[in-house]
Nanobody, 115 residues
Framework: QVQVVESGGGSVQPGGSLRLSCETS????????VGWYRQAPGKQRDVVAT???????WYDDSVKGRFTISRDDAKNTGYLQMTNLEPEDTAVYYC?????????WGQGAQVTVSS
């Protein structure tokens, strides 16, 4: 059975940091890309960052220079390191793990940035 479990969300002050984890099982993780998406109340779900199976990365302009996406194939886990967090980063963050013809979503992790 495929499982995608997110962890690491929470509440921080502006300028703070969080690291989200996306741990998988039931798939050959090294053959899958990882994407992080976020959705704020009343907004669409937007892609934040992606990393391919060969570790090519892409970032949305809104997080470039502040967020870092990475993967550890030995642990079957993807990560999103978030620094210099801003109130505008407040959202539910979802990880997506996929390959050609298949996608798997995590359950979502709440990130709240407020003073």
């Amino acid at each position: 059975q495929v499982q995608v479990v997110e962890s690491g969300g929470g509440s921080v002050q502006p300028g703070g940091s969080l690291r989200l984890s996306c741990e998988t099982s039931g798939i050959v993780f090294s053959d899958h890309y990882v994407g992080w998406y976020r959705q704020a109340p009343g907004k669409q779900r937007d892609v934040v960052a992606t990393i391919s199976s060969w570790s090519n990365t892409w970032y949305d302009d809104s997080v470039k220079g502040r967020f870092t996406i990475s993967r550890d194939d030995a642990k079957n886990t993807g990560y999103l390191q978030m620094t210099n967090l801003e109130p505008e980063d407040t959202a539910v963050y979802y990880c997506k793990v996929g390959r050609s013809g298949r996608e798997y979503w995590g359950q979502g992790a709440q990130v709240t940035v407020s003073s």
